[in-house]
């Protein structure tokens, strides 16, 4: 099966939040109900580009492999189901994120990928992909705060959200997240 694509849109070799900003930038180009199709090669994108979607009431339509390349497809949305773009309201710094390492009913959850959190991530922290988060919520406390990270605080921002939506009350975005995390690390590698 094929389908056809209006626009095509190469973020080959690109990392989050790259594949969303160009996203966003082309289906900016098109008119609605015509279809885009990304092709990226970072894991991530198929749950960043579900979400965003999600988020923003353009449609998913879906996505399909070749080799290496993620081929994913999204359909512009008629202008009354757009919904606006929001963040996440309750956000930290990484500063005050450090501070807070050692203490009880903290919960630290790691939305990259596995790969990223293998090469590097703060020390006690949940891996949970944001592609797999909504599947795995039973893993988590809902009483407890939990701060959730990413690369660049992009990731992070659509998992808060899922969590506030899911009842989870005390959740904090942290940003800009561990491309410029400066507190302790530990590998997996």
Request: charged share 25%; hydrophobic share 35%.
């Given at each position: 099966m094929s389908i056809k694509a209006d626009?095509?849109?190469?973020?080959?070799?690109?990392?989050?939040?790259?594949?969303?900003?160009?996203?966003?930038?082309?289906?900016?180009?098109?008119?609605?109900?015509?279809?885009?199709e990304i092709q990226a090669t970072d894991r991530g994108s198929l749950?960043?580009?579900?979400?965003?979607?999600?988020?923003?009431?353009?449609?998913?339509?879906?996505?399909?492999?070749?080799g290496d390349v993620l081929i994913h497809y999204v359909r512009k949305a008629d202008p009354?189901?757009?919904?606006?773009?929001?963040?996440?309201?309750?956000?930290?710094?990484?500063?005050?994120?450090?501070?807070?390492?050692?203490?009880?009913?903290?919960?630290?959850?790691?939305v990259r990928e596995p790969a990223e959190y293998a090469f590097g991530h703060i020390p006690g922290a949940r891996s949970i992909p944001l592609g797999e988060l909504e599947d795995r919520l039973q893993e988590l406390?809902?009483?407890?705060?939990?701060?959730?990270?990413?690369?660049?605080?992009?990731?992070?921002?659509?998992?808060?959200k899922i969590l506030a939506d899911k009842g989870f009350k005390k959740v904090f975005n942290v940003v800009p997240g561990m491309s410029e995390w400066n507190g302790p690390t530990e590998k997996e590698i």
């Open positions: 626009k095509v849109l190469d973020c080959q070799g690109l990392s989050c939040p790259m594949p969303i900003v160009r996203t966003k930038k082309a289906i900016e180009e098109l008119q609605p109900g015509q279809v885009l749950a960043d580009l579900q979400g965003w979607a999600k988020s923003t009431g353009h449609h998913y339509l879906g996505t399909k492999e070749e009354g189901e757009v919904k606006p773009e929001t963040k996440f309201p309750h956000v930290i710094p990484n500063e005050e994120l450090a501070q807070m390492l050692n203490q009880e009913d903290v919960t630290i959850l790691d406390n809902p009483e407890e705060t939990i701060y959730v990270v990413c690369r660049t605080g992009n990731r992070s921002d659509m998992a808060a």
